[in-house]
Nanobody, 123 residues
Framework: QVHLVESGGGMVQAGGSLRLSCEASGGNFNGHAWAWFRQAPGKEREFVAA??????YYEDSVAGRCTISREATKNTVYLQIVSLKTEDTAVYFCAAGSASNWYQGSISAYHYWGQGTQVTVSS
């Protein structure tokens, strides 16, 4: 059974940084795309960043502040966020999938999901 487990969330002041981790287990993830999504209170889940075979995509509002990376030997994906803003406050979810439209940021392109990790940015 596939499990994705996120970690690294927490409370941070605006302007600070965090590195989120997502460790995957229980499956063969060769060729999969990996992504981070986030969901703020009262809002829909939105795409943040994705990576597949070294190719990355970012949502416009985080481009330049986020870096997604993957350590294949550890089946772990990371999301580094710098210059955090209060509007970055959300639950951050890791996802994995093999759909061809993985780069479009669509939730439906990903079929494995973690439980999420809370990021709270204070002013």
């Amino acid at each position: 059974q596939v499990h994705l487990v996120e970690s690294g969330g927490g409370m941070v002041q605006a302007g600070g940084s965090l590195r989120l981790s997502c460790e995957a287990s229980g499956g063969n993830f060769n060729g999969h795309a990996w992504a981070w999504f986030r969901q703020a209170p009262g809002k829909e889940r939105e795409f943040v960043a994705a990576i597949r075979r070294g190719v990355t995509y970012y949502e416009d509002s985080v481009a330049g502040r986020c870096t997604i990376s993957r350590e294949a030997t550890k089946n772990t994906v990371y999301l580094q966020i710098v210059s955090l803003k209060t509007e970055d406050t959300a639950v951050y979810f890791c996802a994995a999938g093999s759909a061809s439209n993985w780069y479009q940021g669509s939730i439906s392109a990903y079929h494995y999901w973690g439980q999420g990790t809370q990021v709270t940015v204070s002013s």
